[in-house]
């Protein structure tokens, strides 16, 4: 497949081919391409850090030193996030709904991942410090954003640099509030997964 990437949507068409013939889809590829639209743009609302190894860091109004995802809402307009849902589970995108409850425009929305019953935004999954997933769902049950995290270090977070756009990188916490990263760090840790389903595919596939 060949791709051709835009801020609001990119742009594609696949090629297959054996030893004796070759196909593109759509047949028209010259003229007309698939689409995916890049439903973080359109909403604004985004995973803007998490910590998934809390020592010592800040801890919850009972007093728990839990784990914990930020979100962001980079739009200009307030999103309510009733049938919204967080999951760490690819399988099971809506594990946690949100309750009624919104995030204004260029605020921070911190949920706790602890997997216990308390009062405020507590999910039902917690994550692995050694690696795990994190999804944030829509209403129509479409990842609006996610990663794939490998281990990560006690009491260091991993958030959007510049706050709220830009790409994952290991950072010192800042809870509710804006992302900054490390002062002269020369590498960052990023990767980039892409799920394809079904496979096998015979008429269409899932980016």
């Known amino acids: 497949a060949t791709v051709q990437a835009g801020k609001n949507n990119s742009e594609y068409y696949i090629y297959a081919e054996n030893d004796l013939a070759g196909k593109f889809s759509p047949r028209r590829a010259e003229y007309e391409l698939y689409k995916i639209t890049n439903s973080y743009f359109e909403t604004g609302l985004v995973i803007n850090e998490f910590l998934a190894d809390n020592e010592s860091v800040i801890h919850d109004q009972d007093g ?25 589970i690819n399988s099971n995108l809506t594990l946690w709904a949100f309750p009624d409850t919104s995030i204004n425009p260029n605020e921070y929305l911190i949920i706790w991942v602890d997997n216990d019953e308390q009062s405020g935004l507590h999910a039902n999954f917690k994550l692995s410090s050694s690696g795990d997933e994190i999804y944030l769902v829509n209403p129509d049950t479409i990842i609006i954003d996610g990663i794939v995290f490998n281990s990560q270090h006690q009491d260091t977070s991993t958030g959007r640099f510049p706050n709220g756009t830009g790409d994952f990188i290991k950072m010192p916490p800042t809870f509710s509030s804006e992302n900054s990263g490390f002062e002269g760090v020369d590498e960052i840790y990023n ?4 799920n394809v389903f079904p496979s096998p595919a015979i008429e269409k596939v899932f980016i």
């Open 64 to 88: 728990e030193y839990d784990d914990w995802i930020e979100l962001y809402n980079n739009s200009d307009t307030e999103i309510e996030l009733v049938n919204y849902f967080l999951s760490d």
């Open 191 to 194: 990767s980039l997964v892409v």
